[in-house]
């Protein structure tokens, strides 16, 4: 267990002292921090893992640390499934371990209702507040129509503006953020704007084509919330800005606690000021690893190294390929070389983890140097002791909600599944558009483009009586607008980003057969490697029920894209899922209690 884990003293936002909020961990009381996640107040009082496996046993902790893994689920109150990343604290709060599979012991009191006087329809419903959602809400209402804007967090700004707590009371929450002052006037603006409705801390779990539009399935309210309820809002026009999460290759040990996402890091120093521990190595692909650098910097971690799975070459070469692209980073580069340089964090190419090691916990990882296709070079081996590891291989893509509303997918540049729009973010589906790294992954400006494009064009579909034409909207003068200026601009970006920051298919041999592939349901290469032998299996959903993987708590959201690789390596005649638009294909995006849809009035 790291004895570091807490809040440092010199914090670059200062967040001002509060007063104690008095909680329970299993049994003994434990003061923590308002507005701290459950997973917050057990890291910073030393704990990295409160939950064992419904197989094996074995301990868990935060791996995403965005709510997509289910990894760090916890019983709190009575209440078993709870995601303590998700979940902020409240006084008197009881938090238990959770063993496996539990059952509640006791029923959620049934509070007060919460917003009764939220409307029916909407003529635009906006699904995710990050750049892309905000810009898309904003954009739709400053085009005259009504708008829900729809998100899972506290507050608006997604994973690239997380921000700090109210209840932190920071006096410089500014220095946590790039482009800060930007991000304010935009949060801003959506807030005081009379046609947006912002409904935080709600899900969408299900969407469903109506006549004249969408209807959506929410649920408001953390898992075991005072006043948690499940509704339906119905959109004449749906922007999804639903975002993604890091990508991360399995290895050896990778299902310890103690190796993170690198995003889950980022989260926790940005939004809670918490560092996964006292001695970090970074490795992945793609310049993300030096933003959650300089974030695990801010909280006093120490950092072992960056590890770069790409050579410098290749990343030269695609950078290269558009000058006026990488031009366009080149001082931000040389602030993160600055930074590096300032804090003596070595920078190595070609290189990755290839195994963690430990008994309860991460305590030393194996780094290896890598071929330009990503195998490990014999004889290349290294042991380093550190205390976490965060890992980030691109990222993927929150597609479920894009499935259900039946959008057309297509192949992006990194060969992950994309959804499919037009110049105007209109997908195949009428009246369903899409921004931000739903069509691709480009950074927070392109996503901020592509949203405006977005909720410009839904405000004119939803003045054309809601209804979307065969071809593109038409526009008068024919130019295209700065929105799409912007938007091509960022598409090079993302061109550039995928050929310097590629996944090679080596990482397959960085695992053996006794290594976890799916977290969930504790299934190992070798379990696969047998699914696959069977002749019957040709197609994703036969590798599925075959093998079980990707049947667990997170739906393959973690597991899905690694379990798809490693199939086509050693059966390339096994098919994707063919039935992506199949009629009664309807995905429930996120979990749903029993107990909560047997509440759901019927009266629509």
């Avoid at 696959?532 to 708590?553: C, F, M, P, Q």
Wanted: hydrophobic content about 40%; some cysteine; aromatic content about 4%.
């Amino acid at each position: 267990m790291s004895p570091y884990l807490r809040p440092v003293a010199g914090d670059p936002a200062e967040p001002r002292p509060q007063a104690p909020v008095q909680i329970t961990v299993d049994g003994q009381p434990l003061n923590a921090l308002p507005g701290q996640t459950v997973a917050a107040a057990l890291m910073a009082a030393g704990r990295d893992s409160w939950r064992t496996t419904r197989t094996a046993g074995s301990p868990r902790g935060v791996f995403c640390g965005i709510g997509a893994c289910f990894d760090c689920l916890v019983i709190v109150n009575g209440t078993p499934d709870v995601r303590a990343c998700q979940r902020t604290i409240h006084p008197g709060d009881a938090i238990t371990a959770q063993p496996g599979a539990a059952l509640p012991t006791n029923s959620t009191p049934p509070g007060e209702v919460l917003d009764e006087e939220l409307g029916r329809r909407w003529d635009v419903v906006v699904v995710g507040a990050g750049p892309a959602g905000m810009s898309a809400a904003l954009a739709a209402a400053e085009g005259g129509v009504g708008v829900l804007l729809v998100d899972a967090g506290r507050a608006v700004g997604g994973q690239f503006h997380r921000q700090l707590p109210e209840e932190f009371n920071a006096r410089r929450p500014g220095k946590l953020q790039h482009g800060w002052k930007s991000f304010v006037r935009l949060r801003d603006r959506v807030a005081r704007h009379e046609r947006i409705r912002h409904l935080a801390e709600t899900s969408v779990w299900a969407i469903e084509s109506i006549a004249g539009g969408q209807r959506l399935w929410l649920q408001t309210g953390a898992a075991d919330a005072r006043g948690r309820r499940v509704r339906a809002v119905e959109a004449k026009a749906l922007v999804l800005a639903s975002g993604a999460y890091d990508r991360v290759l399995p290895f050896k040990g990778w299902d310890l606690p103690g190796v993170y996402s690198a995003g889950a890091a980022q989260a926790l120093a940005k939004g809670q000021r918490v560092a996964v521990g006292q001695r970090v190595m970074l490795a992945g692909t793609g310049p993300f690893l030096l933003p959650v650098a300089e974030s695990l910097i801010g909280v006093g971690a120490e950092i072992a190294g960056l590890l770069e799975a790409n050579s410098l070459p290749t990343i030269v070469r695609g950078w290269a390929g558009d000058p006026l692209v990488a031009r366009s980073k080149f001082g931000e580069a040389i602030g993160y070389a600055g930074l590096l340089a300032r804090h003596r964090i070595p920078l190595r190419h070609s290189r990755t983890v290839i195994a963690a090691h430990g008994e309860q916990r991460v305590e030393a990882v194996t780094v290896a140097k890598l071929t330009d296709d990503w195998q490990p070079i014999p004889g290349t081996e290294e042991q380093i002791e550190v205390d976490a590891v965060c890992l980030g291989f691109g990222f993927t893509l929150q597609l479920e909600l894009a499935v259900s509303a039946r959008c057309e997918l297509g192949t992006g540049p990194d060969g992950g599944p994309v959804v499919i729009v037009d110049e105007y973010q209109q997908t195949t589906t009428p009246g369903v558009l899409a921004a931000g790294e739903l069509t691709g992954i480009g950074g927070a400006a392109l996503a901020a483009a592509e949203g405006e494009v977005a909720g410009d064009t839904a405000a004119l579909l939803v003045r054309a009586d809601g209804r979307s034409t065969a071809g593109p909207v038409r526009r008068s003068g024919g130019s295209a607008t700065a929105a799409q200026q912007k938007v091509a601009m960022g598409k090079r970006f993302a061109a550039a980003l995928s050929k310097a920051y590629p996944v090679r298919s080596g990482w397959v041999g960085w695992s053996d057969q006794e290594t976890l592939v799916c977290r969930c349901e504790e299934v190992t290469k070798g379990d696969l490697t047998t699914a696959l032998a069977d002749r019957d299996v040709t197609v994703s959903r036969s590798v599925k029920l075959t093998s079980r993987a990707g049947l667990g708590l997170c739906q393959g959201r973690v597991c899905a894209r690694t379990v798809a690789d490693l199939a086509a390596a050693q059966r390339p005649a096994v098919q994707a899922q063919p039935a992506l638009k199949a009629e009664h294909n309807r995905p429930i995006a996120v979990p749903v209690r029993l107990g909560d849809l047997a509440e759901i009035q019927e009266d629509l």
